[in-house]
C-alpha cells in the first residue's frame, strides 16, 4: 500500500535534502569567501577573479573557469582556471574582439543574460574548434552587469555534455554580481586617489 512505499521513500529524500542543504551551505562559504577577498583588496581586481575562479572550480568539480571583461565594445579574458595551453592559444588569437553568437562570452555579453550549451559540439552557431581546443562541452557563463549593462562574463565549463541545474546558474549570477562589486570599488579607489 501507499505507506509502505512513503518509508521506502523516505530514506532517498532525506538523503537528497541532505544534499541540497550541504550544496546550499557550500556555494555559502563560496559567496562569502569572495566578499572576503573584496573586501582584502581594495585596489585589485585580479585577487577577487582568482577567488572566484577557485570557488567555481572546487565547486562544480574539475570545471574549466574564464573571466572576461568587456570594454569599449571589445571582450578580453581576464583570468582562467584550468585551461588547456591549446585553449589559452585560441583565446590570444581571438580576443580581445567584439562581441561575437559564436563564443558564449559574446552570447552573455550580447543579451546580458545568462546562458548554457548543453554540448557546445552538437550547438550550430558555437566555435567549435573553440570547444576541442578547450576539451569543453557543457558550458554556462552570467553575465556582470553594471546599471543593467554588461561590463563582462565568468563562464564555467566541463568535459562532458549536460543540463547546467538552475542553482549553479544562480551561484555564477552571484558571482558575476560579487565581480561588478569589485572592479566598482577599484575604480572607486583609484578616484580618489
Known sequence: GPSRWLKLDLPHKV?????????TLDYQVAISEVLRVISQSPTDVAPVFEAILDCATRLFGSAVAAVYRYRDGLVELAATRNWPNEALEFAHSVYPAPPSKALLAGRVILTGQAHSIE????????????????VWRRISGAPML?????????????????ETPQRQVD???TFADQA???????????ETK
Open 146 to 162: 553594471k546599471d543593467g549593462a554588461p561590463i563582462g562574463a565568468i563562464l564555467v565549463g566541463w568535459p562532458e555534455a549536460g
Open 119 to 134: 554540448d557546445a559540439m552538437l550547438d550550430p552557431s558555437y566555435n567549435h574548434a573553440f570547444a576541442q581546443a578547450g
Open 15 to 23: 538523503e537528497q535534502r541532505t544534499r541540497e542543504l550541504s550544496e
Open 171 to 173: 551561484l555564477f549570477k
Open 180 to 190: 561588478v562589486i569589485a572592479i566598482e570599488n577599484v575604480r572607486l579607489m583609484n
